[in-house]
């Protein structure tokens, strides 16, 4: 049964991807994601909104190519539902500042994101890289950061060379939530939180944790954390479908979410649940 939508606020899809599959493209899909070895696609994502109440949603690269960038804005376009796109741009690119310009001009385009978690250490602190973020700022992007646990430290850094730039923490840096570890990550991610300009998705978290065993519970501890550094007005909702189907259905993620926040205000969860991407990412 569909959940229903309310009258109220804008319930909005922080984190979801879109691909045409193909083995060489995505090879980081092995046998024990075999579902995910299909094309995701607007349709399907619709049918997905819909299912569980959600009325639009973010959009986020998958491939380091400017090729599938302009592909999603081009989904965009022709989708009510997606309300932006975060992209991938050669940041480190003598030409990222003539490149960034030019897709900018799209208002479809909302942020960039590089797969920092594939990075070997200290990748955050490489000159051309930071160039190109200080090149982003003028544009109004934000910056989408995926790392993991480990790189938490790097990042507290690199977002400390910037502070006029916006940036978006994605999946709460994967802690190590089927080893049920909360430390380091936990003082790590209070000590970034304390930065005014990021927030934080609550997104791929089930796929961080034992795919066929997680509950809110082994959750909790993680979500607790983030609400207790964040706060409402900088937490996001996020469902990291369709990666997130290897350990959940779209629609029990967020009923999982919902009833995490049910005894919160009503403020609290308008902003968790739309507001602040919708402020964060400027979606139209």
Known sequence: MSTPRSAGPSVIDAHHHLWLYSAAEYDWIDDSMAALRRDFLPRDLVAELAQAGVD??????????????????????????????????????????????????????????????????????GADFNRGIRAMQKTGLVYDLLLVESQLEEATRFVDRHPQQTFVLDHLAKPKIAAQEIEPW?????????????????????????????????????????????GADRLMAGSDWPVSLVATSYDR????????????????????????????????
């Not at 959009?59 to 190519?65: K, L, W």
């Not at 005014?196 to 082994?218: F, P, Q």
């Not at 993620?253 to 400027?282: H, M, Q």
Request: glycine share 4%; proline share 3%.
């Open 186 to 230: 936990r003082t790590r991610i209070r000590e970034l939180s304390k930065r005014s300009n990021i927030c934080c998705k609550l997104s791929g978290m089930v796929t961080e944790d034992a795919w066929s065993r997680w509950s809110i519970e082994s959750l909790r501890p993680y979500l607790d954390t983030a609400v207790e550094a964040f």
């Open 56 to 125: 639009g949603a973010v959009t986020v690269q998958a491939r380091q190519t400017l090729e599938e960038t302009r592909w999603l804005l081009e989904l965009a376009r022709s989708c009510e539902a997606i309300r932006g796109v975060v992209g991938w741009a050669p940041l480190a690119a003598p030409n990222f500042e003539v490149v960034v310009d030019a897709l900018a001009t799209d208002p479809k385009l909302v942020g960039l994101r590089h797969v920092v978690q594939a990075e070997p250490k200290s990748f955050l602190d």
């Open 253 to 284: 993620w967020w009923k999982v979410l919902r009833d995490y926040f049910a005894d919160f205000s009503e403020d609290e969860r308008t902003e968790i649940f739309g507001a602040t991407a919708t402020r964060i990412y400027n979606l139209r």
